[in-house]
């Protein structure tokens, strides 16, 4: 079931209370997210996200409160914690397949002054900040952490030709992760020249502004007229998920990274992935491991995220940051500052 999400405002509510093993967080900085921009615009799952409720999930922040029984963290400590936690004992974990635990608890709602990280969530997935990034950085440790597990199952190597279908924020953490794993060529396609001329600033090799011109004619002319060994599709809609599977060559790989509505449904050619080999996957969320990878790239400036920023806007104007990000062709990440 899906809910709709435009009466998006702001009230005040009680500041919440921590029981045994939680912790209270004051919000320093919250960013935005696609995931987030979809449930204002379209709803979402209800098993997932139950409304009406705060939104926001990627974050970081001070401790502000400690509940009873906890050593770490301390009080007074910068941390950032994922938006979920697996189990650890079902099924899907018993198969190291954390991302999709069975019962995975979920932590909304860092669009607020504070928010209480769940006991099981503080064990599993809370992390301490570096000095020396601020706020801003770690919260992009989620989004970073997805990336991380897509690359990581595309198997992207050294001197892959890799394509990229969506120049937003998630399609620019993908080329920022696989130009530091080594990709000898990135190809960037997006249907807003702003945005391709941000890619290319953050290292893009080639863009292809798709409405303008034959994306798969481009791709192939880039090749050599074979198609990238990997096309990661970060848009998420099924037209841009068939086209995936016209850009890539032989034996390479397509990831379907762009979580579509739900109910839709795409088609493709069987003779390219019988005759052709062609390797079809898609990944969803991160595990804990993914989480803490990401915040040392972070740390380490390995991948340097500050760029992603491109705007920061105060929590009492969340609904205008959505409407902005909406329709504007520039901005990538909006920083929300309680």
């Known amino acids: 079931m899906l809910y709709g999400v435009k009466d998006l405002r702001v009230e005040d509510v009680e500041t919440p209370k921590v029981g045994s093993g939680e912790v209270l967080v004051r919000v320093k900085a919250a960013t935005t997210c696609g995931t987030d921009l979809k449930i204002f615009q379209r709803g979402y799952v209800e098993k997932v996200i139950k409304l009406p409720t705060v939104f926001g999930h990627e974050w970081a922040g001070d401790v502000v409160e400690v509940g009873e029984g906890l050593e770490w963290p301390r009080k007074g400590m910068r941390v950032r914690a994922g938006n979920s936690a697996p189990c650890l004992h079902c ?10 635990c069975e019962n995975m608890i979920w932590l909304w709602g ?3 002054e504070y928010i209480k990280v769940p006991a099981h969530m503080v064990l599993v997935n809370m992390q301490e900040i570096p000095p020396h990034i601020s706020y801003e950085e770690a919260a992009i440790t989620e989004p970073l952490a997805c990336v991380l597990h897509g690359i990581e199952e595309a198997r992207v190597k050294m001197g892959d030709c890799v394509a990229i279908i969506g120049a937003g924020p998630i399609g620019l953490l993908h080329l ?3 130009k530091k794993m080594g990709a000898e060529k990135v190809i960037m396609t997006d249907l807003v020249d702003e945005r391709l001329e941000f890619a290319k600033k953050l290292g893009a090799d080639e863009t292809i502004n798709a409405g303008k011109e034959n994306i798969e004619e481009a791709v192939r002319k880039a090749t050599g007229g074979y198609g990238a060994d ?8 099924p037209a841009t998920w068939e086209q995936a599977l016209r850009l890539v060559r032989k034996g390479g790989t397509v990831l379907e990274f762009g979580g579509c509505p739900p ?3 795409v088609q493709f050619n069987t003779e390219q ?3 052709g080999e062609t390797i079809v996957l898609g990944t969803f969320h991160a595990t804990p491991i993914h989480f803490r990878k990401a915040l040392n790239l972070i740390a380490s400036k390995t991948i340097n995220v500050a760029p992603l920023i491109t705007r920061r806007m105060p929590l009492e104007k969340i609904g205008e940051a959505f409407e902005v990000l909406a329709t504007s062709k520039k901005e990538i990440k ?5």
């Open 230 to 237: 990997i096309v990661i599709e970060a848009i998420g809609q």
């Open 334 to 338: 909006i920083a929300i500052q309680p």
């Open 273 to 275: 992935l019988h005759y």
């Open 110 to 112: 860092a669009y607020a």
């Open 263 to 265: 109910g839709t449904k």
């Open 176 to 178: 920022l992760t696989v």
């Open 91 to 100: 099924f899907m974990c018993s198969k190291g397949k954390y991302n999709l």
